[in-house]
């Protein structure tokens, strides 16, 4: 079956740790999005990538990390730098930068304590 | 920058139509899009409108586009309980891939 992971649904970090969150897919997708949602709110983008070993920042970058070196995945690194870390992280993919869906993961729940 | 709004929370009886709106900003956005997001899960493509077109159906979906007032709109056809959801409006940033999205209406279904 073709589609994006994420893993894991739910995840828990003390305060001062960076966590990597994980986003595959095998749907042989060029894009690959990172989002964040809070609630009330809409999805904020934090990091995009057009294409391998290219990425560039969203709109909230800051206190967070990408990296891109195989097409299939695109992990995020939440920092101790992030302020605001607990929220619904969201990882998306679309055929290359201009097409008209993209396709998200199942989401990661990550509560800071 | 380049907005989105739609209001919070829209509660309908089941069977009846639901009317989500929606008002973006930018002029030169080409593809306008209705998502769906249920419980804990991710985002759904539900139905998307060329900014060329007024309106689209797909069975039970009616999307309508306003231009002039930069209004979107989705209709649901006799609502049923597995429509509950959160419904974002979103809109690609005018040339760039960016996609700009609402801040989602909760549509709960009441008997």
């Known amino acids: 079956d073709g589609g994006i992971t994420q893993s894991p649904k739910y995840l828990f970090r003390k305060e001062g740790q960076n966590v990597t969150l994980s986003c595959e897919q095998n749907l042989n997708h060029d894009a690959m999005y990172w989002y964040r949602q809070d609630p009330g709110q809409g999805l904020r983008l934090i990091y995009y990538?057009?294409?391998?070993?290219?990425?560039q920042k969203g709109d909230i970058a800051e206190g967070y990390s990408v990296s891109r070196e195989k097409k299939e995945s695109f992990p995020l690194t939440v920092t101790s730098a992030q302020k605001n870390p607990t929220a619904f992280y969201l990882c998306a993919s679309s055929r290359q930068d201009t097409e008209i869906e993209q396709f998200f993961g199942p989401g990661t729940r990550l509560t800071v304590l | 920058g380049e907005d989105v709004e739609q209001s919070l929370f829209l509660s309908v009886r089941e069977g009846d139509s639901s009317v989500i709106n929606c008002t973006y900003t930018d002029s030169s956005s080409t593809y306008l899009y209705w998502y769906k997001q249920e419980p804990g899960a991710g985002l759904q493509l539900l139905t998307y409108i060329f900014s060329n077109m007024d309106m689209k159906q797909d069975q039970r979906l009616t999307v309508l586009l306003n231009k002039k007032d930069k209004h979107l709109s989705l209709r649901i056809a006799d609502t049923q309980t597995g429509d509950s959801a959160i419904y974002f409006c979103a809109e690609i940033e005018g040339s760039a891939s960016k996609i700009i999205f609402g801040s989602g209406t909760r549509l709960s279904i009441r008997p």
């Open positions: 990538s057009q294409i391998v070993n290219d990425f």
